[in-house]
């Protein structure tokens, strides 16, 4: 039996909000289900909400509205707030990063939770509807 777990992208007004509406989703309300990129990739992998031996989908609905509130004024905002926290050595990439979602270039925080999302599960898990 397949599960499928649904992302209301309604509900995603930001990346803080994201990480609340896929754990909700995935194991309940007050879910948990990752709160940064590797914790989600972790969480992906099995054992840590979804099911081990058995299939999952993933629909992201009204992802075009997800994909506007993690555009690039969001990981703009995320990578500012990055930019203090990382290694020195990291932090020139991520002030190019910023500069170019300043300038809205670039991947945003969607392109990266998408590529996330399809990367660490099999082909066609990732349903954007």
């Known amino acids: 039996m397949t599960v499928t777990y ?47 031996d058995g299939d999952f989908v993933i629909e992201w609905r009204d992802h075009e509205r997800s994909a506007q509130a993690l555009g690039h004024e969001e990981t703009a905002r995320y990578l500012r707030e990055s ?26 925080l969607f392109d990266l939770l998408v590529d996330v999302l399809t990367a660490e599960t099999r082909p066609g898990t990732l349903r954007l509807l």
């Open 83 to 108: 930019l203090a926290r990382v290694h020195e050595s990291n932090r020139p990439e991520v002030r190019r990063r910023l500069d170019d979602a300043l300038a809205g270039r670039g991947p945003t």
């Open 6 to 52: 649904v992302i209301d992208g309604s509900r995603v007004t930001g990346l803080e909000r994201f990480w609340t509406v896929i754990g909700e989703a995935v194991n309940g309300p007050g879910g948990y289900f990752g709160r940064n990129f590797d914790a989600l990739a972790d969480c992906l992998g099995g054992g840590m909400g979804t099911p081990d």
